[in-house]
């Protein structure tokens, strides 16, 4: 067998074939991850030889082609809040699946992280698949995410809701709630520049803080006496 763009090919080379003998290739082809195209694998093989069933090109004839269509898997995740949170809010958070391949998923797995968001909010463990969707979800806290995974036939979506409550003023990290779903159709490591090439919203979402602290201190050490002059500072 050679092999030339886009085409093995077989021959004799010379030998003979008896009847009811058996000649077999076998070869491999690693799929594009995200994949490309339209989504179907469509592989035929075209046979010269006198007598051959598979002489059309493309190839007609079921034992002469194989066809397998692939999943193409997407995601979307969003916060019912557009703008700053606010301390102790708590927010709705959503994130969906989607097949939009011709072709059934059978164990699709999206990560939800939440490593950027738990300095500033804690996590209410209520995530559920809803309308009664597909697969599982849990929470990893080693290593702060949730883990969606399951089937999706061609066309299927699920939808994932859960809520966080924000932090008071006092006990905030950074300030900037920052969440993202790793998935093959997603960066890894997130990306939140909104100004970076591969900055993709469906992927992540970035909802700063709006907080203040007030704290009121004087100078004065122990008991003030009239006439003292006491510094205040707020």
């Not at 997407?74 to 708590?90: I, M, N, R, S």
């Not at 890894?188 to 007030?214: E, L």
């Amino acid at each position: 067998a050679t092999f030339t763009p886009d085409v093995i090919s077989w021959d004799l080379d010379g030998d003979t074939l008896a009847p009811g003998g058996t000649a077999v290739v076998e070869y491999s082809v690693t799929i594009a991850d995200p994949p490309a195209g339209d989504g179907v694998l469509f592989n035929g093989v075209l046979g010269t030889g006198p007598g051959s069933n598979c002489a059309d090109d493309p190839a007609t004839d079921i034992d002469c082609y194989v066809e397998i269509p692939q999943p193409r898997i997407a995601v979307d995740k969003c916060t019912e809040v557009g703008g700053p949170f606010l301390p102790v809010e708590t927010v709705l958070y959503e994130f969906s699946v989607i097949n939009l391949g011709p072709g059934d998923a059978n164990n699709v797995v999206v990560w939800d992280d939440l490593s950027e968001v738990l300095d500033d909010a804690v996590y209410n463990n209520d995530a559920e698949i809803q309308a009664g969707g597909p697969g599982t979800v849990s929470y990893d806290a080693v290593n702060q995410r949730l883990v969606w995974n399951g089937p999706l036939a061609s066309g299927q979506v699920v939808f994932i809701r859960y809520s966080l409550t924000v932090n008071d003023a006092d006990t905030l990290g950074d300030g900037a709630v920052r969440n993202a779903l790793l998935n093959s159709a997603c960066p890894n490591p997130p990306i939140f520049d909104t100004s970076h090439p591969d900055f993709d919203d469906n992927c992540v979402t970035v909802n700063d803080v709006a907080a203040w602290t007030v704290r009121k201190t004087s100078d004065a050490v122990g008991r003030v006496e009239a006439g003292d002059t006491v510094v205040y500072t707020v």
